[in-house]
């Protein structure tokens, strides 16, 4: 087996098709031996901000010394990217001697791609001896294969109606699903939520002994800083190693975390881990500059609220470019109609295009959304070519990449795969 045959057979398993539950992973878990117990994770979900906040966790770990294992989802374009130790990808002779290892469960059991790649990382993990797990949740939490565990902390960055037809039509409802991820005795640690989602998680942390720790309870917000307040006193900065003011709120969140966890207070470490974010981890697709002029940004905005976050900091620069482009695509299930009418002000000229995942909108269905609003589009079926035409620009103009990972990981691997 190698590695293009080891990535079909995950891919095959079931990859478009959502399995809540638990049952299946557990099962899969006892058979492998149970390598989660062997670690010591901090748990992550959120309707936004979440791979971002556990970019900085693990960044700021491993400044302080520590081997840190590092799962997040999707990948841009390697899988290998979604299971990392210190930044580095898991290697293809871990992947394909998984696969080879287990070929008979696999094959008679049939557990699904995220079951399986969620295994794949604990087995990894136990066996590099990593010091401490950041895990990312998929979909939800409460019945999120990753839902296996007893952490050493919960977060939850985010909440916001999105996956209605799964998670529940209001934002209550969609906290208590995100909220499964907290454990009796164990501390839960939220960014600053909605009034609704924020009773719901503090009426379960009550259930569960969990201490509750609000992100507006030990942070303030001004213009241009933000200052937490720790175990051993405050820590105050500007600026993290992503580019936005949101990311002020992420990294803070990961701090308040590892420092009441770990009782830390030499401030060094702290901002050696939110400067080098990107270095230590590899993240990408955060308001992400790209070209010789940084004029072409990819952004992984996949909701409204993502938007909401996008526009914050493209306000601060679109008035410089003579020109604003956008190539745009959805996920069937999002608002898109709401997403459009955000955008429409602060473009030119907008291209809507599509991923080949199953969920994906595809481009005739968002064209007759937009037009719907009295918003013109532009069917754009290979965004590359359009790419690679504005890099030979010399112009002050912008084009923006905008959408899921999924459809930003296509984009990334087709330039890959043309250069």
């Known amino acids: 087996m190698n590695i293009d045959t080891a990535l079909e057979k995950i891919y095959s398993l079931k990859q478009f098709h959502i399995k809540l539950g638990l049952d299946n992973i557990t099962d899969l878990l006892n058979y492998l031996g149970n390598p989660e117990k062997d670690l010591r994770i901090i748990h992550v979900a959120g309707s936004n901000g979440k791979g971002s906040t556990c970019s900085f966790l693990s960044s700021i770990l491993q400044e302080l010394g520590y081997k840190v294992g590092l799962y997040t989802s999707p990948h841009f374009i390697r899988f290998n990217e979604r299971i990392r130790v210190n930044g580095k990808e898991i290697d293809d002779n871990s992947i394909i001697s998984f696969l080879e290892k287990h070929k008979k469960y696999i094959n008679d059991k049939s ?22 797990t950041i895990m990312e949740t998929g979909l939800g939490g409460r019945l999120d294969a990753t839902n296996t565990i007893i952490p050493l902390a919960s977060v939850i960055t985010s909440i916001s109606l999105e996956h209605s037809h799964i998670l529940g039509d209001t934002l209550e409802k969609i906290a208590s699903e995100k909220a499964g991820i907290i454990k009796k005795e164990v501390p839960t640690f939220i960014g600053n939520l909605p009034n609704d989602a924020d009773k719901k998680i503090e009426e379960i942390c009550l259930e569960r002994n969990s201490k509750l720790y609000r992100f507006n309870g030990f942070t303030k917000i001004t213009e241009d800083q933000i200052q937490i307040k720790l175990s051993k006193g405050e820590f105050s900065y500007s600026k993290t190693g992503l580019i936005g003011k949101h990311q002020l709120s992420n990294s803070a969140l990961a701090i308040k975390t590892i420092d009441s966890i770990f009782d830390i207070y030499d401030y060094k470490y702290f901002t050696k881990g939110i400067d080098n974010v990107i270095f230590n981890t590899g993240i990408q697709g955060r308001y992400e500059k790209y070209g010789k002029n940084s004029n072409i940004i990819f952004d992984a905005a996949h909701n409204v609220e993502g938007i909401d976050i996008f526009l914050q900091e493209f306000i601060n620069e679109y008035l410089t470019y003579s020109k604003r482009t956008l190539i745009f695509g959805a996920m069937k299930d999002k608002s898109i109609n709401e997403m459009l009418i955000k955008l429409n002000p602060f473009f030119h000229e907008i291209f809507v295009t599509s991923s080949n995942y199953e969920r994906a909108a595809n481009p005739d269905e968002i064209k007759s959304i937009a037009e719907n609003n009295q918003i013109d589009v532009i069917i754009e079926t290979e965004p590359v070519n359009l790419i690679k035409r504005f890099e030979r620009q010399d112009q002050n103009e912008c084009l923006v990449v905008l959408g899921s990972i999924y459809l930003l990981g296509q984009i990334k691997q087709k330039m890959v795969e043309q250069n």
């Open 111 to 132: 557990p699904t791609f995220f079951e399986i790649t969620t295994a794949l990382a604990y087995e990894y993990f136990s066996n590099s001896k990593v010091d401490f």
